[in-house]
């Protein structure tokens, strides 16, 4: 069975370059869409079928996003890197919590970003009645985005130009930030699963899989935003998405 995802947000937030480099990841580039047009594009992610439905960022066109919604599994939800940027994607956020569909924000062109992306989470909270989770925190050289932080994981990924990220060590100048990071997102599912809140009662840390699984399940019963971050321009936490 196919699955379908919407993309969709405001203008010059990268849906479209997204959307080419999710298909262009197994070899199958798509016809790009017109001015204010919505395209449906196809492609494989580990034998699985999926179409992403492109739509048009203008906010005259915010109905044809709407009715995307209506036939998506799940949305993508596409915000600049920076807090006034990232707010404009306020009427979409709406709409998807209009339509009930399961959604993720993805913080595009990351490398750009120049403040806080707990600031940018912050900001888009203001807008939506459904928590925000953020699943990753970035890895900074300088003021240069240049990896993130797993918070489920707890692995570090450095990013590649054009190529799969790589796995590297947590800087050790970020390790306090990463803890507290997790810890605040633990908080927040445990809010979803008594299990969990029983492990943070008693002080002990919960394995992956389990917190993997736990984000699957509130993300697929509607119960969440998570946000992840990445740069589709240059293929960045494509495959997280």
């Not at 993720?104 to 750009?112: H, K, L, P, Q, Y």
């Not at 707890?154 to 799969?164: F, K, L, Q, S, T």
Request: net charge negative; with cysteine; glycine share 8%.
């Amino acid at each position: 069975m196919t699955r379908t995802i919407a993309v969709l947000g405001a203008s010059n937030t990268g849906k479209s370059t997204l959307v080419d480099r999710m298909c262009e990841r197994e070899g199958q580039p798509q016809p790009a869409a017109g001015p204010g047009e919505m395209r449906v594009a196809g492609f494989t992610h580990l034998g699985d079928e999926w179409q992403a439905i492109d739509t048009p960022g203008s906010i005259e066109f915010l109905h044809v996003a709407t009715d995307a919604l209506l036939a998506a599994d799940a949305a993508v939800v596409c915000v600049a890197p920076e807090p006034g940027g990232a707010v404009l994607a306020a009427p979409y956020l709406r709409a998807v919590e209009r339509a009930g569909t399961p959604s993720i924000i993805f913080i595009n062109r990351i490398d750009e970003a120049t403040g806080r992306v707990r600031d940018i989470v912050s900001a888009l909270q203001e807008y939506v009645a459904h928590p925000i989770l953020l699943r990753q925190i970035p890895i900074r050289d300088a003021d240069h985005v240049v990896g993130a932080v797993d918070l489920v994981s707890e692995r570090a990924w450095e990013y590649r130009e054009g190529a799969p990220s790589q796995l590297v060590e947590i800087p050790a100048g970020m390790i306090e930030r990463e803890h507290a990071a997790r810890d605040e997102l633990l908080e927040h599912l445990a809010d979803f699963d008594d299990a969990l809140l029983e492990q943070l009662i008693e002080d002990r840390s919960p394995p992956s899989e389990a917190v993997f699984a736990l984000c699957a399940r509130v993300l697929a019963e509607n119960r969440v935003i998570e946000a992840l971050i990445g740069s589709g321009s240059h293929g960045n936490g494509i495959l997280r998405v």
